[in-house]
């Protein structure tokens, strides 16, 4: 029989209050159970020291971390900042979309509305992409996050096109180096273009069928030292309403959609997958 504890571990960040009880055990525990996970919250557990402490501690040892941010409880934001900085995978749960600030909506995230049985099917989506990015991570050593900056929307009377710059960090957790890198792929879906250092990145059909196109990067660098760290940067840009399509280019866009690196090396490629939400707004001058 295998031991529970040999499975993935799920650690729950929510209020503790009786409102969220079914959302935990029928909408998260049961789902991550179903999923062949191993998922606690705190109050489950028997300890000695603080329950801060304790939190601590379960958030450093869990392979993800499931966060109810309804009600913007200010412990849960604490907790969630934690384990961001302790650059744990983090699937984040609301009620209303309101209640998640701007900057954490690039994470993976779930508007359940207060329906478990939505909140049981995406969960139980989200739940199987990371376990496959948490086995990306264990098998590579690499902790591999995205990031949007400079987000902008040119448009006039026909035509608006949207532009903004990805950041991919490459990190290596290991205390040996990481090499060698041939190739990172980024996996998209249509209609973008991408460019690093001024040259157009080479773009084709992806044959991941989740996604519609791809292109290849060029890595900064090509081995990693222990504990070190390396970031590609490449500028994307979108036609989003073009000659063709009804009514006038909008004042303010939002894209979301999942984009996925694939490092490649002589020994294999892994895969690591995200979840981007961008509103980018004319703002005139």
């Known amino acids: 029989m295998t031991s529970s504890h040999s499975k993935p571990?799920?650690?729950?960040?929510?209020?503790?209050?009786?409102?969220?009880t079914d959302i935990y055990k029928l909408g998260i525990k049961k789902t991550a159970e179903e999923a062949g996970l191993r998922a606690?919250?705190?109050?489950?557990?028997?300890?000695?020291?603080?329950?801060?402490?304790?939190?601590?501690?379960?958030?450093?040892?869990?392979?993800?971390?499931?966060?109810?941010?309804?009600?913007?409880?200010?412990?849960?934001?604490?907790?969630v900042g934690y384990a961001h900085a302790k650059g744990k995978l983090c699937i984040l749960l609301t009620q209303n979309t309101a209640d998640i600030p701007f900057d954490l909506k690039q994470h993976r995230h779930i508007v359940y509305g207060g329906q478990i049985v939505?909140?049981?099917?995406?969960?139980?989506?989200?739940?199987?992409?990371?376990?496959?990015?948490?086995?990306?991570?264990?098998?590579?050593?690499?902790?591999?996050k995205f990031q949007v900056k400079n987000e902008e929307l040119e448009r006039d009377k026909f035509?608006?096109?949207?532009?903004?710059?990805?950041?991919?960090?490459?990190?290596?957790?290991?205390?040996?180096?990481?090499?060698?890198?041939?190739?990172?792929?980024l996996y998209h879906g249509t209609r973008w273009e991408f460019s690093q250092n001024g040259q157009v990145c080479p773009k084709t059909?992806?044959?991941?069928?989740?996604?519609?196109?791809?292109?290849?990067?060029?890595?900064?660098?090509?081995?990693?030292?222990?504990?070190?760290?390396?970031?590609?940067?490449?500028?994307g840009r979108k036609r989003v309403h073009d000659f063709g399509d009804t009514g006038e280019p909008k004042d303010e866009y939002k894209l979301a959609g999942r984009v996925m690196a694939r490092i490649a090396t002589a020994t294999g490629h892994f895969d690591f997958e995200n979840y981007l939400d961008v509103e980018v707004v004319d703002i005139p001058f």
């Not at 329950?51 to 907790?79: C, S």
């Not at 035509?159 to 040996?176: C, F, G, K, P």
């Open 40 to 79: 606690e919250r705190v109050d489950e557990q028997l300890y000695s020291e603080s329950m801060l402490e304790r939190i601590y501690r379960q958030i450093d040892a869990a392979d993800i971390i499931v966060a109810d941010m309804t009600g913007q409880n200010p412990n849960v934001f604490y907790e």
């Open 9 to 20: 571990f799920v650690f729950v960040l929510m209020p503790f209050n009786d409102a969220f």
């Open 159 to 185: 035509q608006a096109t949207v532009s903004l710059r990805l950041l991919i960090d490459i990190e290596n957790t290991r205390d040996v180096s990481f090499g060698e890198i041939e190739s990172v792929t």
């Open 205 to 235: 059909k992806s044959d991941n069928p989740l996604f519609a196109e791809r292109h290849q990067l060029s890595p900064t660098v090509r081995r990693i030292g222990p504990k070190g760290w390396t970031q590609v940067i490449v500028s």
């Open 118 to 144: 939505k909140l049981q099917s995406e969960l139980a989506t989200n739940l199987q992409w990371a376990v496959e990015q948490v086995k990306s991570a264990k098998t590579s050593g690499l902790n591999v």
